[in-house]
C-alpha cells in the first residue's frame, strides 16, 4: 500500500527562516541491507546521513522535518549541536543542496525542543537556544537554566526530561563504581553512608523556564543511582535507565566468575517519584537471585539480601552492561499498535565482559501497560556491531546513542562512532 508523507519545498531567507510545506510524495526507499540493520518483520531502514562525527550523541525531528544532533567534547574538538534540512524531499540529509548549521560552544547531550526553545545539558548545566520555528540556527546565544551541576571523574553526560508543569529534570552521575575506598581496587571498602550520594547518584529538578538556576542538594529528586543517563516522562510519569555496577569478577574473584559478571548486575528501568531511593552503591539488581542483593564492598555475599530489601524496585530490567543512555516513549500511529505504549532503550553496549564477547549494541523495546512495565523486553534493532562476536568495543561498527520519533512516525537512531544516522520505516500496511 503506498504511503504518502509531506515534503518540504522549502523558500531560504538569509537567515534560513523560512519554510513551508506543499505537496505529497513518497516515503524514502529503504536500503537493500537496511543499512546493516536487522528489524522486526514488516520494518525497513535507510541511512539518512552517513556520519556527522565520532562526537554525536542524540537527536530529534521538528515537525518540518529538520534534525538536530547533539554532539560532545572529544578531546580538543569541541561539540555543539548540527542542525540539518532535506531540500529535495528524498528523505537523506547529505545530498549537494541540502542545508546544514553547527551552533553552540561546547559539549551537548539530551537535547529536546519546548515552547519554542532548543533546550540541551552540558556536561555541568542545562541550556537553551530560542529557536523560531523552521530556523536551523538560532540568532542568539544560549541562555543558562541551570549551572554547576557535577561534571567530572567520569560519567558525566546528563540527559533531560521535562513533566509539563514547567519542571526540568537531569541525572547527575557518579564516575565511582561502588563508593569504595580504593575504587575498582580488589578489595575495596564501601563508604557508608555514601559521601558522594549528597552531590550526585540521582535525578534533580528545576523550574523548566527560569534562568540562571544553581545547582543545589535541595534540588535533589531521588537518589541511589550509579548513572541514570536515559530520561523520559511517560504516560505521567518519569522513567530512568541506569547503568549498573562492573567488575564483579575482577574485584571479587573468590567470589564472583567472568560469567557472573558478564550476566548478574541487570541494567534497571527505574520508575521515578519524589524522594525515592534505589540502593546504589550498597546493593544491585541480581539476574540470578531475580532481586537487589547486597554489593561485595558492604558485605554482601553473592546472594545475601539485607537491608537491599528497604530499596525501591526497578519497574523492569535489561540484561547486564548494556549501558542505556536513551529512553524514547512511542506516541506515533505509523507503527503496529504493540509499540505505541511503551519506550524504546538505546543501548550503547558493553565494555566488562570480558572474556565473553561484547553484548548490547542495540536498540530494544520495552512494552508498558497501564503505566506498568508488561514482560521483557525484545530486541527492535540490532547488528550496529557489524561482527559476531565482537570482542573489543572498540572494534563495533556503530554503538547506538539516540532515538527520536519524526513526524510521519518514524524512528530515527543515531550512533557515537561515526555519527550515521538511520531512519526506520514501517511498511507492512
Known amino acids: 500500500m503506498k504511503r504518502l508523507f509531506a515534503v518540504l519545498?522549502?523558500?531560504?531567507s538569509a537567515a534560513l527562516g523560512t519554510v513551508t510545506l506543499s505537496g505529497q510524495g513518497a516515503l524514502p526507499a529503504c536500503d537493500p541491507n537496511n543499512g546493516g540493520l536487522t528489524l522486526p518483520a514488516g520494518f525497513c531502514a535507510v541511512v539518512v546521513h552517513e556520519g556527522v562525527g565520532v562526537n554525536a550523541r542524540h537527536l530529534l525531528v521538528m515537525p518540518n522535518g529538520d534534525v538536530f544532533v547533539s554532539l560532545r567534547n572529544v578531546g580538543e574538538k569541541p561539540g555543539g549541536i548540527v542542525a540539518m534540512r532535506d531540500t529535495n524531499g528524498n528523505g537523506r540529509f547529505?545530498?549537494?543542496?541540502?542545508?546544514r548549521e553547527r551552533f553552540g560552544t561546547t559539549g551537548a547531550h539530551g537535547l529536546v525542543y519546548r515552547n519554542g526553545y532548543l533546550y540541551f545539558a552540558t556536561t555541568t548545566s542545562i541550556e537553551r537556544f530560542k529557536?523560531?520555528?523552521?530556523?536551523l540556527k538560532p540568532a542568539g546565544p544560549a541562555e543558562v537554566i541551570v549551572s554547576g551541576m557535577r561534571g567530572t571523574g567520569g560519567h558525566n553526560e546528563k540527559d533531560i526530561a521535562f513533566d509539563g508543569q514547567g519542571n526540568v529534570y537531569v541525572n547527575i552521575g557518579l564516575p565511582s563504581n561502588a563508593c569504595a575506598i580504593p575504587d575498582r581496587q580488589p578489595g575495596g571498602k564501601g563508604q557508608d553512608p555514601c559521601p558522594q550520594l549528597e552531590d550526585g547518584g540521582g535525578i534533580w529538578r528545576f523550574k523548566a523556564d527560569v534562568p540562571n538556576q544553581a545547582y543545589s542538594r535541595e534540588a535533589r529528586y531521588a537518589t541511589g543511582m550509579r548513572q541514570p543517563v536515559a530520561l523520559a516522562w511517560?504516560?505521567?510519569?518519569?522513567?530512568?535507565?541506569?547503568?549498573?555496577?562492573?567488575s564483579l569478577d575482577t574485584l571479587y574473584p573468590t567470589m564472583f566468575t567472568a560469567e557472573d559478571n558478564a550476566l548478574r548486575p541487570l541494567e534497571p528501568l527505574l520508575e521515578v517519584n519524589e524522594g525515592d531511593k534505589f540502593g546504589w552503591p550498597y546493593c544491585f539488581f541480581d539476574r540470578q537471585a531475580g532481586k537487589m542483593i547486597l554489593a561485595p564492598e558492604y558485605g554482601g555475599d553473592g546472594k545475601m539480601v539485607g537491608r537491599c530489601a528497604d530499596f525501591k524496585a526497578p519497574a523492569a530490567t535489561f540484561p547486564a552492561h548494556y549501558a542505556p543512555v536513551g529512553l524514547m516513549p512511542y506516541t506515533g500511529t505509523?507503527?503496529?499498535?504493540?509499540?505505541?505504549?511503551g519506550l524504546f532503550m538505546t543501548s550503547h553496549g558493553s565494555w566488562n565482559r570480558a572474556p565473553l564477547p561484547q553484548a548490547g549494541y542495540n536498540i530494544l523495546y520495552q512494552p508498558m501497560a497501564g503505566g506498568k512495565a508488561v514482560g521483557q523486553a525484545e530486541v527492535?534493532?540490532?547488528?550496529?556491531?557489524?561482527?559476531?562476536?565482537?570482542l573489543n568495543p572498540n572494534e563495533a561498527a556503530a554503538r547506538p546513542n539516540g532515538t527520536a520519533q519524526g513526524p510521519d512516525g518514524?524512528?530515527?537512531i543515531t550512533e557515537s562512532s561515526?555519527?550515521?544516522i538511520w531512519r526506520v520505516i514501517y511498511t507492512a500496511r
Open 9 to 12: 519545498v522549502v523558500t531560504c
Open 131 to 135: 529557536l523560531n520555528p523552521g530556523e
Open 418 to 420: 561515526k555519527g550515521k
Open 334 to 341: 505509523q507503527f503496529p499498535a504493540k509499540y505505541r505504549s
Open 234 to 246: 511517560h504516560d505521567g510519569k518519569l522513567y530512568a535507565a541506569m547503568n549498573s555496577r562492573d
Open 410 to 412: 518514524s524512528l530515527y
Open 380 to 390: 527492535f534493532a540490532d547488528g550496529f556491531k557489524g561482527k559476531e562476536p565482537l
Open 94 to 99: 547529505d545530498d549537494p543542496g541540502d542545508l
